[in-house]
């Protein structure tokens, strides 16, 4: 089991730009993918991003690609998700995520944290 906790959520107005944490612990070794996804208010939840273990293997969902970037520092057991040029539609409650196979889809995440909020005003 591994366990989540995201930070850095906040208010932001479009155009800027946040960064967000995620620490795991647990059986972290045994998940060698991690993300993030995230849930607009009446929207299903979506892909974001995932990295893999050496970080050789990255990917975005189309909506984000060019503006967000994750990275991870194995070592302290940390992925980040840096959001740069921020737009209203990217409101929602962002989740880390870990899962044992690196694929680009959500199905295959097994752990999720709590989530933390992300508010871009216009």
């Known amino acids: 089991q591994v366990q989540l906790v995201e930070s850095g959520g906040g208010l932001v107005q479009a155009g800027g730009s946040l960064r967000l944490s995620c620490v795991a612990s647990?059986?972290?070794?045994?998940?060698?993918?991690m993300g993030w996804l995230r849930q607009a208010p009446g929207k299903e939840r979506e892909f974001v991003a995932e990295?893999?273990?050496?970080?050789?293997?990255?990917y975005y969902a189309d909506s984000v690609k060019g503006r967000f970037a994750i990275s991870r520092d194995n070592a302290k057991n940390t992925v980040f998700l840096q959001m740069n040029s921020l737009k209203p539609e990217d409101t929602a409650v962002y989740y880390c995520?870990?899962?044992?196979?690196?694929?680009?889809?959500?199905?295959?995440?097994?752990?999720w944290g709590q989530g933390t909020q992300v508010t871009v005003s216009s």
């Open positions: 995520a870990a899962g044992p196979l690196v694929s680009g889809r959500q199905v295959d995440f097994r752990s």
């Open positions: 647990g059986r972290t070794f045994s998940y060698v993918a």
């Open positions: 990295i893999s273990w050496s970080g050789g293997r990255i």
